[in-house]
C-alpha cells in the first residue's frame, strides 16, 4: 500500500470515528423527537401547551394585553384575543368582539357583533343565536334589549320573540375595568395557551427551535451522516477484498 493510500485511509478512519461520536448525539436527539411526532395523537402533543417563562420568552410570546370585560353581578365575562373568559375559565372562542353581556331569568347573555351567545349561570354555552349588525345590549325590569344597527328590539319572553321598541333601556351593557389579579391571571393563562407540545418538538427535531443556524446544523448533520455512511461501506468492502484476497 502506498505511503498516500496509507494516510488516506488513516484520515479516513479518524474522521470516521469522531464525526461518529459527534453525529450520534444528534441521531439520538432526532430518533426521540422523530419517535414523539409519530404519536401525537396517541400522546395528544397537540393538547399540551408549553408553560415554562423561559421558552415562552425564547419564543417572543408575551402575555396579550388588550382585554374586554363586562360585570355581571359577582360574574365577569371577558374577551382575551378571541378566547372568551367566564371569571377566570375559558368557555369558547369568538372572533368577533365582545360588545356587551347581561344576566336574566336563569341564564347569561353574551351579545357580539351578529350572534347572541346563551350561557348558564355557571358559564356554560346553552346555544348561539344570530342577529346580525348589533351594537348593543342590555335589560331592565327583565326585558331584554337590543340595538341593531339604528333600531332598538326588545323580548319579554326570553328571547323567544322580538319586537321594535322605541324606548331604550336606563343602561346599556358596558365595559368594566377587571380586577388587576384576575387581569393578570387571564393573561398569563391566554399566553401558556399559545405553544402546544408539538410544535415545540417539531421546531427541535428541524433545528428551527435554535434559530436560522439551527436549520443549516441539522442540514449539516445529514450530511455527516452520508459521510458517514460512505466511509463506513468503503471500510467494510475494503476489509471484506483483503479477507477475499487471504482466502
Known amino acids: 500500500m502506498t505511503l498516500f493510500k496509507r494516510s488516506f485511509s488513516k484520515l479516513l478512519y479518524k474522521g470516521h470515528r469522531h464525526i461518529g461520536f459527534a453525529i450520534s448525539l444528534i441521531l439520538i436527539l432526532l430518533s426521540i423527537t422523530g419517535v414523539a411526532l409519530n404519536h401525537t395523537s396517541e400522546l395528544k402533543l397537540d393538547q399540551r401547551f408549553i408553560k415554562s417563562p423561559l421558552i415562552l420568552d425564547w419564543y417572543g410570546i408575551s402575555p396579550a394585553t388588550e382585554l374586554k370585560s363586562f360585570a355581571i353581578k359577582q360574574h365577569w365575562i371577558t374577551q382575551l384575543e378571541q378566547a372568551i373568559y367566564f371569571n377566570n375559565k375559558a368557555i369558547f372562542t369568538s372572533a368577533e368582539p365582545l360588545i356587551g353581556?347581561?344576566?336574566?331569568?336563569?341564564?347569561?347573555?353574551?351579545?357580539?357583533?351578529?350572534?347572541?351567545?346563551?350561557?348558564?349561570?355557571?358559564?356554560?354555552?346553552?346555544?348561539?343565536?344570530?342577529?346580525?349588525?348589533?351594537?348593543?345590549?342590555?335589560?331592565?325590569?327583565?326585558?331584554?334589549?337590543?340595538?341593531?344597527?339604528?333600531?332598538?328590539?326588545?323580548?319579554?319572553?326570553?328571547?323567544?320573540?322580538?319586537?321594535?321598541?322605541?324606548?331604550?333601556p336606563q343602561k346599556?351593557?358596558?365595559?368594566?375595568?377587571?380586577?388587576?389579579?384576575?387581569?393578570?391571571?387571564?393573561?398569563?393563562?391566554?399566553?401558556?395557551?399559545?405553544?402546544?407540545?408539538?410544535?415545540?418538538i417539531l421546531d427541535i427535531h428541524s433545528g428551527r427551535f435554535f434559530g436560522q443556524y439551527g436549520v443549516y446544523f441539522i442540514d449539516l448533520s445529514g450530511v455527516l451522516l452520508i459521510f458517514l455512511s460512505l466511509s463506513g461501506i468503503w471500510f467494510w468492502l475494503r476489509s471484506y477484498i483483503k479477507r477475499s484476497h487471504k482466502k
Not at 393573561?187 to 415545540?200: A, T, Y
Open 172 to 200: 346599556w351593557s358596558t365595559e368594566s375595568r377587571l380586577p388587576k389579579a384576575m387581569s393578570q391571571a387571564l393573561k398569563q393563562s391566554s399566553r401558556e395557551q399559545i405553544l402546544d407540545v408539538e410544535r415545540l
Open 101 to 168: 353581556a347581561i344576566m336574566t331569568g336563569d341564564f347569561i347573555v353574551a351579545a357580539f357583533n351578529h350572534h347572541l351567545v346563551l350561557l348558564t349561570l355557571e358559564g356554560d354555552v346553552i346555544e348561539s343565536i344570530p342577529k346580525p349588525l348589533l351594537k348593543k345590549i342590555g335589560n331592565q325590569n327583565g326585558i331584554i334589549f337590543i340595538q341593531q344597527q339604528q333600531h332598538i328590539y326588545s323580548s319579554k319572553d326570553q328571547l323567544l320573540s322580538w319586537q321594535k321598541d322605541s324606548q331604550p
